[in-house]
């Protein structure tokens, strides 16, 4: 693994093309995770997680464009959190 995961990290299936997204860390750096007898392959590109000040309610872009969203929560723009 080049870098290391962190809050939007994608791993991708080698076989059956199958993504998931890190939506919280733990405390240790073990985070191994394994799909079709396959260990999953770390891309090198993290989803982007926007945050509301007020609830703290998170939301992750899994696909298309995150900059053109207008997200919002509490009657508040939600903030990029993981830039």
Same mark, same amino acid.
């Given at each position: 693994m080049k870098g290391r995961p962190k809050i939007g990290s994608v791993y991708r299936c080698p076989i059956c093309g199958a993504e998931l997204s890190v939506i919280r860390m733990g405390?240790?750096?073990? /985070?191994?995770?394994?799909?079709?007898?396959?260990?999953m392959e770390f891309m090198e590109i993290t989803n982007p997680?926007?945050?509301?000040?007020?609830?703290? $309610?998170?939301? +992750?872009c899994v $696909?298309? =464009?995150s900059g053109k969203l207008? /997200?919002?929560?509490?009657? =508040?723009? +939600?903030?990029l959190s993981n830039a």
């Open positions: 405390k240790t750096l073990g /985070l191994r995770p394994h799909c079709c007898n396959e260990p997680t926007f945050r509301c000040g007020l609830c703290g $309610s998170e939301i +992750m $696909s298309g =464009e207008d /997200l919002s929560c509490c009657n =508040e723009s +939600m903030k």
